[in-house]
């Protein structure tokens, strides 16, 4: 990692020649994005992109950590159909990016005599001496959503916001009151709504990355 120039694009080098990378997460990521890491990278697949490269693992403190931030989608999928968390009992279709009303939410879970679910997903990157915070940055985006997710109660639908968090090396998982108190706030009332709340750490390897079991949420 040579730095990072803006919120989506990184310069790396490779053998000594400096190459643009894609950064696909919107988070501010500063304590990953140091100069001097180790990162993995991943060939651009469009030829006529402007960046040679994706990033999507940053080595930090002994470990790597991922930043992608499509990949959780994908994992939640498979929880979902692994039935890893006893939440996902029952139910037998699972479908992603699905709207409702004016929104639009990562996951809905349906089974026979089981009231759907909808998800929403979140990736986590920040973890500070063993807790994982979410955000690492103001996110409307997200507080909006959980407001819809809460409302979603007075359809008769279960609803629940999974937090994934792309590293090994957290023991809980906190919402980030400091950097950003309406989605702390969402969170929590969204909590009183109804809303299930989990969260699961990942460990993350050069080649794969595979959820290693759920971790505590502080509210």
Not at 44 to 68: I, M, N, Y
Not at 89 to 117: C, I, N, T
Not at 129 to 155: C, K, N, Q, W, Y
Request: with cysteine; net charge positive; glycine share 8%.
């Amino acid at each position: 990692m040579i730095r990072k120039v803006n919120r989506f694009l990184a310069l790396v080098s490779i053998d000594g020649r400096v190459a643009q990378a894609h950064i696909p997460n919107s988070g501010r990521l500063a304590e990953l994005m140091t100069p001097g890491l180790s990162v993995i990278l991943e060939p651009a697949d469009k030829p006529e992109r402007k960046t040679s490269f994706t990033l999507k693992s940053v080595r930090f403190q002994g470990r790597w950590v991922c930043v992608d931030s499509t990949l959780p989608n994908a994992l939640a999928e498979q929880m979902a159909k692994d039935t890893v968390l006893p939440l996902f009992e029952g139910y037998s279709q699972v479908r992603r990016e699905v709207s409702m009303g004016a929104h639009r939410f990562d996951m809905r879970l349906d089974g026979e005599g089981k009231k759907p679910m909808i998800v929403e997903v979140k990736s986590v990157t920040l973890v500070k001496d063993g807790v994982a915070m979410f955000p690492d940055a103001p996110t409307i985006r997200g507080a909006s959503h959980l407001r819809a997710l809460a409302a979603l109660g007075d359809e008769g639908m279960e609803r629940l916001a999974l937090f994934i968090i792309l590293r090994s090396d957290a023991s809980s998982l906190l919402p980030n009151l400091q950097t950003d108190p309406e989605f702390t706030k969402a969170l929590r009332d969204s909590q009183k709504a109804g809303v299930h709340m989990r969260a699961v750490k990942c460990a993350v390897g050069e080649r794969n990355v595979r959820i290693l079991g759920p971790v505590e949420i502080g509210m």
